[in-house]
């Protein structure tokens, strides 16, 4: 499923994320968990923020997290969405996993339906790149 159009260009993976990325092409969506300390932790790093640690660990994410925050683009960041605003933008939290976020889109709310804590449920797309990228819908 692709909710933006296949030209906008997908993630290029770096050394700190190539593991989550790794794991989404898998569809499981995985974020960091500090070995010493348990501090959850996204975006990926080599060292733990909380106790600066390089003791990594990857743990699978539940499948419904809830919006702490959105956005909703009216002017298109890029030629290939012209056609495509308005869109959103969220901040999808995980209360399970200390709250750790990840950005991502609502593919199947308009804007006026957005709403601060409402549960959403994990789904896959697919960016221009091919890569397998974390959506969400309304749970």
Same mark, same amino acid.
């Given at each position: 499923?692709?909710?933006?159009?296949?030209?906008?260009?997908?993630?290029?993976?770096?050394?700190?994320?190539?593991?989550? *990325?790794?794991?989404?092409?898998?569809?499981?969506?995985?974020?960091?968990?500090?070995?010493?300390?348990?501090?959850?932790?996204?975006?990926?790093?080599?060292?733990?923020?909380?106790? /600066?640690?390089?003791?990594?660990?990857?743990?699978?994410?539940?499948?419904?997290?809830?919006?702490?925050?959105?956005?909703?683009? /009216? /002017?298109?960041? /890029?030629?290939?969405?012209?056609?495509?605003?308005?869109?959103?933008?969220?901040?999808?939290?995980?209360?399970?996993?200390?709250?750790?976020?990840?950005?991502?889109?609502?593919?199947?709310?308009?804007?006026?339906?957005?709403?601060?804590?409402?549960?959403?449920?994990?789904? *896959?797309?697919?960016?221009?790149?091919?890569?397998?990228?974390?959506?969400?819908?309304?749970?």
């Amino acid at each position: 499923m692709h909710y933006m159009p296949e030209a906008v260009p997908g993630p290029d993976p770096s050394f700190d994320d190539a593991t989550y *990325w790794t794991n989404c092409q898998e569809k499981k969506l995985t974020f960091q968990r500090c070995g010493k300390c348990q501090t959850y932790r996204h975006p990926p790093g080599p060292f733990c923020p909380q106790c /600066h640690s390089d003791q990594i660990e990857w743990v699978e994410a539940p499948e419904e997290g809830e919006l702490f925050s959105f956005t909703v683009i /009216h /002017h298109p960041a /890029h030629q290939a969405v012209r056609e495509r605003v308005p869109y959103n933008v969220v901040l999808v939290s995980f209360p399970t996993m200390g709250g750790v976020r990840v950005i991502s889109n609502v593919i199947d709310a308009e804007p006026d339906e957005l709403k601060f804590g409402m549960k959403l449920r994990l789904v *896959w797309g697919q960016a221009g790149n091919g890569q397998t990228i974390p959506l969400f819908k309304k749970a």
